[in-house]
């Protein structure tokens, strides 16, 4: 099977991700989408890795992967703490700071 | 033939599933069949101690353990770098170096353990 | 498939092992000491760990011998060198504001960042001394952008970045006084954040796509010479770019910063616009100037079109603040976009003004932070613009210290800020971009206007009641102060050595 393909499909999800964050209202959600970016870019890593034909790629997917995790706990832990005060994940609630 | 043979083997784990199937739906059947029934809405309320529920269903759940859970995360997740080092520190050339190095990086995700553990998230309050 | 292990030079990465070191001995002191006592011990081993790597950069520097090493991950060169000594330097005066005790009782820190906002159990916690985390948080923080400046290949870039910006997303919910914007700061800051992380991290997948490589050298070949579609490239680029400019605050990728500038701890606010500013731009400069530069003539207007909007932008919306934060954090914005004008001249020129203009930069914006902390009331500090009306009769020395700082930022002659402005525009005429020039001139017209505003509320106003007074700084406060004002000052007069020591510097290794 052609390899471009999931060139494609990482787009699509790239893609899908990005709207996501752009339009999903709720903290939680618009993180998993950034996470759904995070892992896209390792699709994209990983069949590049194999049309080139080096194990970079892979390297660079593990790598990623841990990155995404710590990301994902600090992330968490500061949406949790706002949350705590303001018993909301919505990030048009978050409205304090402006102009 | 060595593919009944094969098959063979697996007789017996299939009468045991139609077994037990049988013995469920007979037993259920047998109860439906049997009993007597007068449906009341008393009866649909959740049981809580004898005393008449309150509120709705739709509680929050204690999430007290989401502390381990991040820990759980990034522990199970930085374990990927074992299984590539693990191929490799027994080839020429690496040897005691690596050792070394990948102690070192145990040590630091065993700091934030001990982190963890004496600012007292490990323990169930 | 055959592997060999990478020779690692360990004097070349010691200015970064060892803030490492200290930030995993911090965390150590934190779990171990008890507490009252913890302060008194991260101050120090935090200076002293800095202190340290601000010794090794200087004996790297000393040794002019510049390495590739930790298997092409990292390269240690003049201008690399150059960039993580001004972190450490900018880091340690950072540091000062960070361990200021005295204005507040406890520090600008909450005590206990897990305790919800506005109950009963945060008001009693509101005299405990605040959280020591935050030492060994910006020890990695600065570790990892030290790192950002000297990365030779992207994944370590991309690995930097989240080293850097994870402990700042967290110090900068950790306020004391008004936790919820601090919190809210903290999560725009997060979210946008890895938003425009996951874009860079898409462009290093694109470009690794497009040269099978992501180590600058390897790249800068295969702009000439791959066959793979140009298409992937600009795609990436272009993700990159993203990625990279939303860290040093450049319009559109800027929205984040007012926020965060006025949200996050005023000290967590002076380290954001000191270091980060260095470490980004030494990322930036790196890879357009390393690895992208056969391709300038592609990125080249795009990237005058933004500089040029963020010099516009950044300069207009700070006429309209009326809180100090936000104002001095759309002149950061401002500034990026002068910044971007001296990276784009793509010249010699270009890189040592562009290193001048951070460092000067940092001292300015730290000391003018220093001032923010001390003018406060019993409910903190008073922000507000017009709270500092009347301050000039109040407390004539540190109005005058603060006017100096805006003449600075504005500019004038004699100052760090005008000879760091001249630097980037001379610059970029070298470089062909005259027209950004023009556009950087008339922003700075412009950017003086909310500056001067600032003075002369200061001075020809007169005190009210609720005009606050201006603290008796600490010794730490104190001393970050005069050393941000000194060194605005001897840069603007006497910038002769500065500048010879970023023409030293040399250019970036391939």
Known sequence: MDPSYYIVLSAALFTIGAVGVLIRRNAIVVFMCIELMLNAANLALITFSRMNGSLDGQIMAFFVMVVAAAEVVIGLAIIMSIFRTRRSASVDDANLLKY | ?125 | MTFKLPAIDYLALAPMLVLFGAACAGVLVDALVPREWRYHVQVPLSLVALLASGGFVVALANRKEHVVTAGSAVVIDGPGLFLQGSIVVLGIVALFLVAERRLEPGGAFVAQAAVVAGSEADRKQMRKPGVTEVYPMMLFALAGMMLFCSANDLLTMFVALEVFSLPLYLLCALARRRRLLSQEAAVKYFLLGAFASAFFLYGVAMIYGYAGKVDFRGINEAVLGSSNSKTLLLIGLAMLAIGLLFKVAAVPFHVWTPDVYQGAPTPITAFMAACTKVAAFGGLLRVLYVAFERSSWDFRPTLGVIAAATMIVGAVLAVTQTDIKRLLAYSSVANAGYLLTGTLSMNRDGLKYTMFYLVAYGFTVLAAFAIVMLVRDSDGEATHLARWAGLGRRSPVFASLFTFLMLAFAGIPLTSGFTAKFGVFAAAVGGNMTWLVIIGVLSSMILAFPYLRVVVLMWLSVPGDDTPTVSVPGAFTAAALFVGVAMTLVLGVAPNQALELVNDAGAFLR
Do not use: H
């Open chain 2, 1 to 125: 033939m060595c593919g009944v043979d094969y098959l063979g083997s697996y007789r017996l784990l299939g009468l045991l599933l139609i077994l037990g199937a049988a013995f469920f739906t007979v037993a259920f059947t047998a109860n439906r069949l049997l009993s007597r029934r007068a449906p009341s809405a008393g009866k649909n309320a959740t049981y809580e101690c004898g005393i008449d529920p309150v509120g709705g269903d739709w509680a929050q759940a204690q999430v007290r353990y989401y502390v381990y859970a991040y820990l759980y995360v990034l522990f199970a997740v930085e374990s990927v770098f074992l299984f590539p080092w693990a191929v490799t520190y027994a080839l020429d050339g690496f040897g005691m170096v690596t050792v070394v190095e990948m102690a070192i990086f145990v040590a630091v995700l065993a700091l934030g353990l001990l982190y963890a553990w004496r600012k007292r998230v490990l323990s169930w309050t």
